[in-house]
């Protein structure tokens, strides 16, 4: 093999998980540390990142989760116990391996010895200690680095005195990395002769396409033992076995076992998967929008002209590119619980660290979105959770004493709403005071006490979206130094999505996420304003309407309107983006919502809804300028600025 930098992403991937693994298995024993199905999935996951980590030669990652394996193994077998030091010893663990994954070329760099020394002095008092790190040791794993080479096959079947031995390697049926075992075996053997043939052929090993099984013919003076014992030695093998062909019948073996590899080659399973990078989803994506936009762009070129035979072309190539949007589109969905599942390890730890019980809920972690909205919706979601624990709930005592579970509950749910996810955060804490924010927002000089006395309570809670706004009295490592909940609300603003926040004292808090399903594609209201066409995130509107300027009344020196009750302030685009536009008597309002309150955009002319391609902008082009996400290219081959609500207002 020409590189190992396939494997080694692999072995990322693939280690990350078995750390996740084990941090849910931690958090489930901390409640239940006799549950023997869990403590075995723990060992599990010890013991292959164990063996994965020895393939690729990260010896410290090997070492420390070999510690890990075989105090698991004392707990499995009721030589030792699990207690709330010995858990927290094993998180310990478990950050220092999520670090050395993270950059497993630098893990010899990191100092394990104190670690090891704290999973020793666990079981220092075991009578059967000793004895089972030698029992655990037999695993034979192999401490060398993976060569960049392959041993190649020859093609000559020349003896020269020795003997032809056909060796069968069995591994695991859970094993990891089977190229890279396979690799293995065939460098320790060819150390011992020459290897004439594989079953399968050496490219379909490294491609993996093989079930657990394979074959290695080769030529060698030593004793089938010695043979045997060098394929042994890597980890996740559970049955090597050699068969010795003398003399002549050397060459008819191997000519039969080929014959037989060609008639059953394509009996072979093929791979089922592939990992393809986000990067070049996201190449595949523009290249998908590109053509929707030129397909548009000749829709209307037909519609035009008036060609039936163009026309009937144009609605097969219509169908066409929306069942290939909608595939690559679903190419780039993920669970919503690869998020969802660094929370639970998170939230303990906050609990702990603030003295604090905490009970975590989550549901829907079965949602998908889209990959490059996961990951911006990461930040965010620790924001708000860090938040419900350090403001929200409150202490075992004061819950008490208030007349609450003295443990707390944080909820996390994700449920699908047409084009949208939304996400809902809550506490049942002590939620927000409104007096408190009016109070706040007055020293801080955001507002007179006259205009912060005419707030609502629900504005005045709205108020924690401000930069630098904060009611905390005093500043922790968690939170409270004003800064967090502006970023949440801009980070899902720019994305087109929107947050809802909703609090009652004494009661707990709310958080409504609403996100589209993807950034690449968005459902969006097309606007004019002069000759200028924007879009609206849809996320973001609540209706469009029409009123006259009678209706228009100015408080303060700004504009608004009353609806329903409801004073609804007024914003004039045009004035705004300095845009010349005709006084019509009769104006357009589209009333969107920013941060739990509600705004009248006055535009020109409603167009209609409809899904556009985001093409991001340069940030030379609009250097300083806020409120715009992107732009689009229509179908005349204009281009049309989408408006970020969030930065504009």
């Known amino acids: 093999m020409d590189d190992m930098s396939e494997y080694k992403e692999m072995f990322a991937v693939e ?5 996740q693994s084990m941090n849910e298995a931690l958090l489930y024993l901390e409640k239940d540390p006799q549950n023997s199905e869990t403590i075995n999935i723990m060992f599990r996951a010890a013991h292959t990142l164990k063996g994965m980590s020895a393939t690729m030669g990260f010896t410290n990652i090997k070492e420390l989760t070999h510690n890990m394996e075989n105090l698991m193994d004392r707990v499995r077998k009721n030589e030792t116990k699990l207690d709330s030091s010995s858990i927290d010893i094993l998180f310990e663990c478990l950050d220092t391996l999520e670090l050395m994954v993270d950059a497993p070329e630098k893990s010899s ?18 009578p059967v200690a000793s004895n089972t790190e030698k029992d655990l ?10 060569d960049n080479n392959t041993p190649v096959p020859k093609n000559s079947t020349e003896t020269d005195g020795c003997n032809i031995f056909e060796i069968t390697v069995t591994l695991h049926e859970s094993c990891m990395l089977k190229s890279a075992r396979s690799t293995v075996v065939m460098r320790n053997l060819s150390e011992l002769g020459d290897i004439i043939e594989t079953i399968p052929p050496v490219k379909d090993l490294e491609d993996e396409k093989f079930d657990r099984e394979f074959n290695v013919i080769i030529s060698s003076k030593e004793e ?22 003398q003399g002549s019948s050397a060459k008819t073996k191997i000519e039969d076992k080929n014959s037989a590899n060609e008639g059953s080659k394509n009996s072979i399973k093929s791979v089922q998967s592939v990992r393809v990078s986000i990067e070049r989803l996201d190449s595949l994506m523009n290249l998908v929008g590109e053509l929707i936009i030129n397909k548009i762009r000749l829709m209307q070129l037909a519609s035009v002209y008036k060609l039936d035979a163009l026309e009937e072309a144009l609605a097969s190539l219509n169908r066409l590119t929306n069942d290939l949007q909608e595939e690559i589109m679903a190419s780039r969905m993920v669970p919503i619980d690869q998020i969802f599942n660094r929370f639970p390890r998170m939230i303990r730890d906050l ?54 579970n003295p443990k707390g509950t944080v909820k996390l749910t994700a449920r699908r709403e047409k084009n949208h996810v939304v996400i809902e955060a809550m506490d049942d804490g002590k939620g927000m005071d409104p007096q408190k924010m009016r109070e706040s927002a007055i020293k801080k000089g955001i507002m007179t006490q006259e205009e912060a006395s005419k707030l609502s309570d629900n504005e005045a809670i709205n108020l924690s979206f401000l930069p630098g706004f904060s009611t905390a009295e005093k500043v922790t490592e968690i939170s409270g130094r004003g800064v ?71 408080i303060k020196g700004e504009e608004v309107i009353l609806i329903r009750g409801e004073v609804l302030p007024l914003v004039r685009l045009h004035k705004l983006f300095n845009i010349k536009t005709n006084g019509s008597q009769e104006l357009l309002i589209v009333v969107v919502e920013r941060a739990g ?33 992107g732009a689009t290219i229509l179908g005349d081959g204009n281009v049309a600025l989408i408006l970020d609500v969030v930065t504009l207002l």
């Open 15 to 19: 280690s990350a998980e078995h750390l």
């Open 224 to 245: 089938a033992k010695k043979l045997e014992d060098a394929a042994k030695k890597v980890s996740e093998i559970i049955k090597v076995e050699v068969k010795s062909h």
């Open 137 to 146: 040791s037999t695993d034979n794993v192999v401490h060398e680095n993976v």
């Open 597 to 629: 309150s509600n705004v009248g955009l006055v535009v020109d002319q409603v167009i209609g809804q409809q899904e556009v391609i985001i093409k991001n902008l340069d940030n030379n082009i609009l250097k300083g300028i806020k409120g715009f996400a």
């Open 109 to 126: 760099d990191i100092n394990i010895s104190s670690l090891i020394n704290k999973i020793s002095l666990l079981s220092q008092n075991d």
């Open 351 to 404: 609990a702990k660290k603030e003295e604090k019980e905490i009970d975590l809920i989550l549901e829907g972690g079965d949602i998908e979105l889209d990959r490059t909205v996961l990951d911006e919706i990461g930040d965010p979601l620790v924001h708000i959770l860090r938040n419900c624990v350090d403001h929200g709930i409150e202490l075992p005592d004061v819950r008490k004493q208030n007349g609450k």
């Open 484 to 554: 967090g909940m502006d970023v949440v609300r801009t980070k899902i603003g720019g994305m087109g999505g929107s947050i809802k926040l909703d609090s009652v004292l004494g009661k707990g808090t709310t958080l409504v996420l609403k996100l589209p399903l993807t950034v690449a594609i968005i459902h969006s209201l097309m606007v004019k304003v002069g000759n200028e066409i924007y879009a609206i995130p849809i996320t973001n509107v609540i209706r469009d309407l029409s009123i006259k300027k009678e209706d228009i009344k100015t």
